[in-house]
């Protein structure tokens, strides 16, 4: 008797134990994505009067990319690469924003990241700002995620906002969103970045033992900007400051949670922005630091971005600077390999970059494209050499010795500047014919 319940305690043990196991194999993914945020906005990224603590640490422990990539200056675009891994031309969504008055939005057809996590079995929740179609079929509910909160398009698309600039026969109203419902018009933006953190941090408690993939887009600090009680008045920056420093706070209680649930070090957590900062806005807007431009243009300010990573133990590189030209399109193929998910069958522009970023090796460099905020293509990146064509004059910089792309080397270089804009005419031309069709209502 005796030895048959040691035997029972035995398997039982071993049961807990391969349970454990279990749930310590997969990886969460946490990808936090702000709005109009500067490459120079965060004191970890140079700026010198915002404090940035949290993401400072997490760019210590973690890595802090110095080259890295969003695939257009403005929102909308910019959204659709990181959740699908393609140039925004390649799925008809490169013409500028969604306004709130269009009926088009991302194809349902398309094969985003968050169906990939749901195929895998995952939790999938998106809070914030959406951008990639207002209307039902394009909203996040049906493009894989199990739960939305949050604004289906930008946070001026307001009438109230509209009206505080001048502009009093703007017709629509800014709607709060819970699944495919408004539950809230014209909301307090000033809670906006505190009430999804809320959100985030309790669905990883809810989820902390199982896997779960969280789309946190702030509408933040894309204009209008507002801070809560709390972060309001504090920044020596400003309104702007206190900002950032509420998003930087929310990001250290999203790390807090993985850690107090033991779940931080199988996950994946990514901060990025979806553009640069809202230049012609002055001090309402943020700062590219040593980088010409901002938002809405093809110069490195409108689409250079900080980009730091918490890395899951089981694939971690060494931590520090990662050098590496790379973008959001890699994002979605970097962790389809990271979380052992299925690959979309389309055809999509990023590739995988984990194998390099963890073994150290020297990166490859597949060229770049800057497509412009009304989708035309202005320039490409191929190793340190950036060509870049506006109607009236071309450009030729070395990113590497001239980063604020100030010493034009075309004369110099005519050669080299032939070459790339012939890749350049060449993938617009290809990505032209193979472009597939974004969903619309009125097909
Ligand atoms: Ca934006």
Redesign the pocket.
Known sequence: MKMYHLFSIAILLNLISCTHKQEQDHINVILIYA??MGYGDLACYGNPTIKTPFLDQMAVEGVKYSQFYVTSP??SP?RSSLLSGSYPKRLDLHKHVIFPQYLYGINPDEELLPELFKAAGYNTACYGKWHLGHQTPFLPLQNGFDEYYGLPF?NDMSKSEQNKRGNMRYPHYLPLMEGNDTIELDPDQRYFTKNLTERCISFIELHSDEPFFIYLAHPMP?IPIYASDSFAGQSRRGLYGDVIEEIDWSTGQILQTLKENRILDNSFVFFS???GPWLPHKTRGGSAGPLRGG?GTTWEGGMREPCIIHWPESNKPESGVNQTVWSTLDILPTIVELCGLQSPKLKIDGQSRLSEFISGEAPENPPFYYYSSRGLLEGIRVNEWKFKHLPDTSFLFNLEEDISEQYNLIKQYPLLADSLNSLLLEFDHEISLEMRQHGTLDQ
Request: hydrophobic share 10%; with cysteine; proline share 0%.
């Open positions: 709005d109009d403005v929102c910019s930008s894309h922005s979806d553009n938002k």
